[in-house]
């Protein structure tokens, strides 16, 4: 909470976020970078997890890996921005030139940052987002 009340006194626009990443310690890491900046995150391990929750719930920023099992990450954008065409989305990925030719089109407004990154850059991406 004082993290939280810290970023809004220095006019930082907050988010809910949701996080999906099938890796748990990278997940556990981003998920608490950005809940430092101010954000209200929700994480998952995979896509058909964080598919049920955007059908739910309503958030700001999806926050995805492209590669993971199951249903994919530009497959779970491509669901979020057919239920809120307005999410915003910022795919992480370590393999962008493959997974974006994969054939499966992502949203056009989507931005992809490469790993690796440092946790600052992430934040600082996730904000420049956020607030265009």
Same mark, same amino acid.
């Given at each position: 909470?004082? #993290?939280? #009340? *810290?970023a809004a006194r220095?006019? =930082?626009?907050? @988010?809910? !976020?949701? =996080? @999906?990443?099938?890796d748990d310690s990278l997940r556990g890491?981003? *998920?608490?970078a950005l809940q430092r900046a101010g954000h209200d995150i929700d994480?998952?391990?995979d896509g058909e997890e964080a598919l049920v929750a955007l059908e739910t719930q309503t958030y700001d920023l999806l926050l995805t890996d492209i590669v993971m099992p199951g249903l994919d990450g530009i497959e779970l954008a491509r669901r979020a921005s $057919? !239920?809120?065409?307005?999410?915003? !989305?910022v795919f992480i990925?370590?393999? #962008? #030139?493959? @997974?974006l030719s994969s054939g499966a089109p992502a949203p056009r407004h989507a931005k992809?940052?490469?790993?690796?990154?440092?946790?600052?850059?992430l934040? @600082? $991406?996730?904000?420049r987002v956020i607030a265009a």
């Open positions: 909470m004082l #993290a939280f #009340a *810290g220095c006019g =930082l626009i907050m @988010a809910r !976020i949701l =996080l @999906a990443e099938d890491f981003l *998920g608490k994480t998952f391990g $057919e !239920i809120d065409p307005g999410m915003k !989305i990925t370590g393999f #962008a #030139a493959v @997974a992809v940052l490469s790993k690796p990154f440092h946790l600052r850059d934040v @600082a $991406e996730v904000d």
